[in-house]
C-alpha cells in the first residue's frame, strides 16, 4: 500500500514505509561513494575510521530524527561523547541538543554545584547549512543558582527577571556546551528540559507519514553533515603549513567566548613535534588531536590525545612544552597520535581575555630533552599507567550510559 505523505522540509512523497527504508539504505550507500572519491585518505587506518565514522554518523543521525525531533516533547540528546565524534568536538564537553519551537516557552533544570561552566545557546539549523544561525549565547556565569547550586532557567516567553533567555522566533534547537575541566572533580549539571504548559499533553501515536518523514530527516542530517565536515576538516588542514598552528580566533559558528587555534601535524616515527604554549588569560584552555579527514577526536579515554590547564606540568618559565609523538617520549605532557603520522590539532581557550599562537618546532626523539629546561620532569611507565587509568575512570563517569 502506498501512502501520500510529505517529508520534513515540506515536499511531496507517496511511498510505502519499507519502500523508505531502502530510500534511506541506498542514500547512505551513495555517501560511502561520494568519501572515497576525491577526498578518500591513502592510507589503511584512516580509511577504516572512515568507515566506522559512517556508521556513528547513522546510528546517530536516526536516533535524532526518531526520538529527538519533537520540540512538543523536547529531550536532551547528547551529540558528542566519547564514542559517537564528528565535527572537531572539544573531549573537555558534554554537548546537549533539543529541539524546541517559537512560541513554547521551556524549563532547563539542573546543577552546577560541581560544574566546570557551561555555555547555552539557541540556534537555527545546524552547522554548514544556509540557513544556521546562532541567536542567543550565555555562559553559565549568567545565571545565578539556588544556594545549593540548583539552577532553573525559562527560554521563551514574555521577559522576567532572573534566570530568563529569549526564543527567536526562528530557533529550532537549544545547544549546551557542559565543560569538565577537571576530569576528577567537575561533574555534569543532569540537565532535564521541559515545555512549561499548554497542549498536547502526551505524544501522538506514530502514524506513517511520520516515520517516513524522520527518515528522510535521518538521511538529509548524515548527508549534510558528513560532507560539510569532511570538506571543513580539508580546507582547513590545507591552508596550513605542517606542524605549524594558525593565530587564536573566534568564529560566529562557534561560543561568543571562545578562541580556536588550527593546527597540523605530520610526523615519522623518528621525530616529535615540541609544542611551547605561553597561557593564555582564560579560565579553561586545552591542545586536543584528531583525525584526518573525518574530523573526530582521538580516543582520549585509554590515551593522551588531549591536554586541558589541569592536566599539564608548567615550567618554572610559565611557559607549557607538550609533546606530539607516536609513541610515548618519557615526559608529562605527551599527546599521544594514536597509530596516526598526520593528525589535526585544536587550540582552545574559553572564557578568555588573551590567547597567543602556540610555537612549535620538529625535533628528533634522541635531541628533546636538550629543548626542554633542565627541570623539565620525565614520566616512567608506572606514571603513565596511572594517568591512563584516571583518564579511563574519568572518562566512563563523565559518559555513563
Known sequence: MSVAILDWKGASLVTDPFDAWQAWCRRMSDIADVLRGAVSPDDALARAEGVRY????????????????????PALERLNDDVVKWGGPNVDNVYLAAPVRHPHVYRLDGSMADSGGFILQTITGFWGEPGFRVHDDRGSESFTPEPDGRVTIIIGGRKRPGNWMPLHPAADRIFIREYAIDWQRHRRCDFVLERVGGTPLQQPVLDVRAATRRLEQAAHWVEHTVTYWNRF????????????????????????DIRYGNGRIELDEEHVLLIELEQPDARYWSVQ????????SLDFGSRCTSRNNTQ???????????????RDPGVPNW???AGHH???AHFRAVWCRHATRPRT?????ATLRDHLPPAHPGCSPEQRHAELTERRNATARRFRR
Not at 54 to 73: I, K
Not at 318 to 324: F, K, N, P, Q, Y
Open 312 to 326: 599539564v606540568y608548567v615550567d618554572e618559565d610559565g611557559v607549557v612544552r607538550l609533546v606530539a609523538a607516536t
Open 54 to 73: 559512517l556508521a556513528r554518523m547513522t546510528a546517530l543521525g536516526l536516533l535524532q530524527a526518531t526520538d529527538f525531533s519533537d520540540p512538543d516533547f
Open 289 to 296: 588531536l584528531y583525525n584526518d579527514h573525518w574530523y573526530e
Open 342 to 344: 598526520r593528525a589535526f
Open 361 to 365: 618546532r620538529v625535533v628528533t626523539y
Open 335 to 337: 599527546l599521544d597520535l
Open 233 to 256: 576538516e580539508t580546507e582547513m588542514r590545507n591552508r596550513l603549513e605542517p606542524n605549524t598552528f594558525s593565530d587564536p580566533f573566534t568564529t560566529p559558528a562557534g561560543g561568543s
